[in-house]
Structure formats: C-alpha cells, structure tokens
C-alpha cells in the first residue's frame, strides 16, 4: 500500500463515521487526579452585629474582638496582594507656556459659550458669534502649528533606537 491510500482510507473513515454517536459520554470518564485542585481553608469572617456596637457606635463588650485577630488580616492581605501589579507613578504633566494655555482656552472656550448661550436661549450678537467660532478655529490652528513634526531636538544623532 502507498501512503496515499492509507491516507484515502482513514479519510473515508473519518466521512462514514462523522454522523456517528460518541461511544463514550464524557460524564463516564474518569476525572484525572493531576486537574484536582487542593482543598482551600475556609475563611471564617465574623461581622459585629448592631446589638454589639450599641445605637450609637458604641466600643464592643469585653471577650468580643469583633472579627479576624491581627495574624489572620496579615494574611488575606499577602493573598490578595499577590501578583497584583502596582504601577509607578506617572511622570508629571510638562509644563504649558502662556501661547499654549491661551489655545487650549480659545479651543473650547468657543464652542462652549455657544452651547451655554443656547442652553440658556441667550440672543446671541453676530459679533460674538464670530469671536466663538473664530477662537475654535484659531486655537485649533495654533495647536497643530505649535506641535512640530519633527523629531524632539535633543534626541541626538541615532533618533533613540537601541539594540
């Protein structure tokens, strides 16, 4: 027989059987012990009930420590901390000149007075129209002429890339 015609053969095995129920049920097969997971301690988390506290926030009855002791808390914080990543903190925000403040400002300054004046049903001059919708544009402009396309001057002569 070549490989070709056992290949054949399989694969009109796998065609005539493909409508054919399973032999087995999955419930009937053995659960392997190695995906068995290990029993975990119960917690046990005491809550003080109102009458314990008093009405009014009251300091609890001598024999009553109100929860888990000092060894136990120690230990459900180790748990919950572990693997959780803490970030850094972030770099500090750089610091904006006059021009750029005064862009931001116009950028939505404009378009909020509008909305604010029509919210209020303001009647609004032509002037101010043109002044709100002129800061829009002119921040805006300012914006993308003040951000540069070119790379930062002090990255040197390899523009940063390392091996």
Not at 2 to 26: H, L
Not at 86 to 92: F, H, Q, S, T
Not at 101 to 109: E, I, T, Y
């Amino acid at each position: 027989m070549t490989p070709q015609s056992d290949e054949d053969e399989v694969w009109r095995q796998i065609v005539a059987s493909f409508n054919d129920t399973a032999e087995r049920d999955s419930a009937d097969q053995p659960w392997p012990d190695s995906e068995n997971l290990p029993a975990e301690p119960t917690r046990r988390v005491v809550k003080p009930s109102e009458t314990e506290h008093g009405v009014n926030g009251a300091t609890l009855p001598d024999g009553i420590d109100g929860g888990l002791d000092a060894a136990d808390d120690a230990a459900g914080r180790d748990e919950e901390d572990e693997g959780h990543y803490v970030p850094p903190p972030p770099p500090p925000l750089p610091k904006l000149d006059l021009p750029t403040k005064l862009a931001w400002v116009a950028l939505f300054g404009g378009p909020a007075y509008l909305l604010v004046a029509a919210m209020a049903s303001w009647h609004m001059e032509g002037w101010a129209l043109f002044t709100a919708v002129a800061a829009f544009i002119g921040g805006f402009v300012a914006l993308v002429v003040r951000m540069g396309d070119g790379p930062p001057n002090d990255s040197g002569w390899d523009d940063g890339a390392r091996l």
